[in-house]
């Protein structure tokens, strides 16, 4: 499968973006999809992650009630909406997915976008 993220962007703090991951090549249902960023000279961490029904979600504490992930499966989609954005939310962000299944660890995922860059004004 593969993926392309996008939506980043600059937005001040407080703000709000919503990132797109979009697939193409396989049964996109059938895929889990999580969500990592990572910041400038630190590691990739984990954000968000979401099965393949769409049914279970799971959340970095970092992000646990300012940031929702979705899918449309219909449209090979999936989605992060960012609320209340903290300048610490800045990194890269790269959606992954993982063959009927969907973990918090970026080792377990076979297939990812290129990222999209999202950064927040203090």
């Known amino acids: 499968v593969q993926l392309q993220a996008s939506g980043g962007g600059l937005v001040q703090a407080g703000g709000s973006l919503r990132l797109s991951c979009a697939a193409s090549g396989r049964t996109f249902s059938d895929y889990g999809v999580a969500w990592f960023r990572q910041a400038p000279g630190k590691e990739r961490e984990f954000v968000s992650t979401i099965s393949w029904s769409g049914s279970s979600t799971y959340y970095a504490d970092s992000v646990k009630g300012r940031f929702i992930i979705s899918r449309d499966n219909a449209k090979n989609t999936v989605y992060l909406q960012m609320n209340s954005l903290k300048p610490e939310d800045t990194a890269v962000y790269y959606c992954?997915?993982?063959?009927?299944?969907?973990?918090?660890?970026?080792?377990?995922?076979?297939?990812w976008g290129q990222g999209t860059l999202v950064t927040v004004s203090s």
């Open positions: 992954a997915a993982r063959y009927y299944s969907y973990t918090t660890t970026s080792d377990d995922y076979p297939y």
